[in-house]
């Protein structure tokens, strides 16, 4: 079974730029989750789709972030203009259930906006 | 809400000696909690959880945990520790009957020494 998969792997940007992170999660998996570490602090959660619908969308930053699951399969990640401290790592995490059951996550888009 | 602490950035530990690395947390109910392991230019990968029974729960690759409602923790052990064993390992918690989304710690750092 593939897991869940993230592209880029590693994304340099100039201030100002656009930049789009993809997450195709594990097929079948209804639940999609967003998150961002910045360098040695806490995993942040960003959103939560649940198929296509957003369910949860309380840790987006700001407006410059827009997250996408276009038929309730990958996911985009689109930050518009980019700054200094949109920089970290970007995880995708997909779950089948919510609460009880763990997620599995992506490898990581680790983003640097200079 | 929900809180995890994760006391140490790092802990290190001779191979073949135990280990423990340490995770505290604060919810108002009964907790969810969660241990994910994250290796070198990879994703988290699930190591194990508590939801509801046993104290002592045991994960993938020798590792175990013991949740401890008196004191709020839930540490994670492995008796004898190996190089391999050398990666950042993240606590999580979510209230049970809460929110879905875990909150995640700091992260630790475990340096196993040959």
């Known amino acids: 079974e593939a897991g869940v998969t993230q592209f880029p792997s590693h994304s340099v940007i100039e201030k100002g730029q656009t930049v789009t992170l993809r997450c195709d999660p594990i097929s079948g998996h209804d639940n999609l989750y967003w998150y961002r570490r910045v360098m040695g602090k806490e995993i942040k959660f960003l959103l939560h789709?649940?198929?296509?619908?957003?369910?949860?969308e309380s840790g987006m930053p700001n407006n410059r972030f827009l997250a996408e699951r276009t038929g309730g399969t990958y996911s985009t990640l689109k930050v518009q203009p980019a700054e200094l401290e949109d920089s970290g790592v970007y995880f995708c995490a997909s779950s089948v259930g919510r609460g009880r059951t763990e997620a599995f996550f992506g490898q990581g888009t680790r983003l640097t906006v200079v | 809400a929900q809180s995890v602490a994760q006391p140490e950035d790092q802990v290190n530990v001779a191979e073949g000696n135990p280990l423990t690395v340490k995770c505290t947390y604060s919810?108002?109910?009964?907790?969810?909690l969660f241990w994910y392991v994250q290796y070198p230019n990879r994703g988290l990968q699930f190591l194990l959880k508590y939801i509801t029974g046993d104290n002592l729960v045991k994960g993938s690759y020798g590792f175990e945990a013991e949740f401890n409602k008196s004191q709020t923790s839930f540490h994670l052990k492995k008796p004898s520790a190996l190089v391999s064993d050398s990666a950042l390992y993240f606590c999580?918690?979510?209230?049970?009957?809460?929110?879905?989304?875990?909150?995640f710690g700091r992260g630790t750092s475990l340096i196993v020494h040959p």
């Open positions: 919810v108002s109910g009964n907790p969810y």
């Open positions: 999580a918690v979510r209230e049970a009957g809460g929110s879905y989304i875990p909150t």
């Open positions: 789709f649940v198929k296509e619908s957003k369910q949860d």
